[in-house]
């Protein structure tokens, strides 16, 4: 069975901090990583991918794969009360792409 | 341009009853998923497209549960005989291509519609 683990929050930061959010994924197999943004109420948003070992870095967001230690990291810097969201990390699930989710990180900025 | 539009938004039915759910893909967007959110929980696949047809149907959790696509383009996800355990955000995506890697090794990208939002009473 294939996983995805996310600590459910809440994660609380102040306004201008820097918040970390983590994912640990099972299936050693797995090529590409996906972080997308939830507002309550609304469907999931894709902010990154990432299929490379290292950092990637598109504004004030970079999301961060270690696949030796199946992990996956999203950096949000500069956080603002409008990135408060759930945060779900995403794993392709095989030859078709399905996403294997996890049940996402509440993000709560406080201004 | 147009993303990827659901309808009806909201249904509410009687336990029993079947229910039709539709889903416009981006336009050129050769493949299709089916997600459900119940509440609390993360996104579940249920069924992928490709095409016409359905390589991978693996989530569907019962025989109650069926989907089709037409044209390459609109797909419907039926529920037959609705429990409450049905209730849920039955969200679509697409993606341009399918294969693990993409295109040049890029990702091949979902992206989500606004869900139809499901209530069995």
């Known amino acids: 069975q294939k996983e995805v683990e996310q600590n459910s929050g809440p994660l609380s930061v102040p306004e201008g901090a820097i918040a970390s959010l983590n994912c640990t994924y099972s299936?050693?197999?797995?090529?590409?990583f996906f972080w997308y943004r939830q507002y309550s109420g609304k469907s999931p948003e894709l902010i990154m991918f990432i299929y490379s070992n290292g950092d990637k870095e598109d504004g004030r967001f970079t999301a961060q794969l270690n696949k030796a230690s199946q992990y996956v990291s999203l950096l949000i810097r500069d956080s603002q009360p409008s990135d408060s969201a759930t945060y779900l990390c995403a794993v392709d699930g095989g030859a078709t792409n399905k996403l294997i989710f996890g049940t996402g990180t509440l993000l709560a900025v406080q201004p | 341009g147009a993303g990827v539009s659901q309808s009806p938004s909201n249904k509410v039915t009687e336990k029993g009853k079947d229910v039709e759910l539709r889903c416009d893909p981006i336009?050129?967007?050769?493949?299709l998923y089916w997600y459900r959110q119940s509440l609390g929980q993360g996104l579940e696949f249920l069924i992928y497209f490709q095409g016409n047809s359905a390589p991978d149907k693996s989530g569907l959790p019962s025989d109650r549960f069926s989907a089709e696509r037409t044209g390459g383009s609109v797909s419907t996800l039926t529920i037959q005989r609705t429990q409450q355990e049905d209730s849920a955000v039955y969200l679509c995506?697409?993606?341009?291509?399918?294969?693990?890697?993409?295109?040049?090794?890029?990702?091949?990208?979902?992206?989500f519609g606004p869900g139809t939002r499901l209530t069995v009473l």
């Open positions: 299936d050693r197999g797995s090529q590409s």
């Open positions: 995506a697409s993606s341009l291509r399918v294969g693990r890697g993409g295109l040049a090794g890029v990702p091949d990208t979902q992206y």
């Open positions: 336009s050129g967007h050769t493949a």
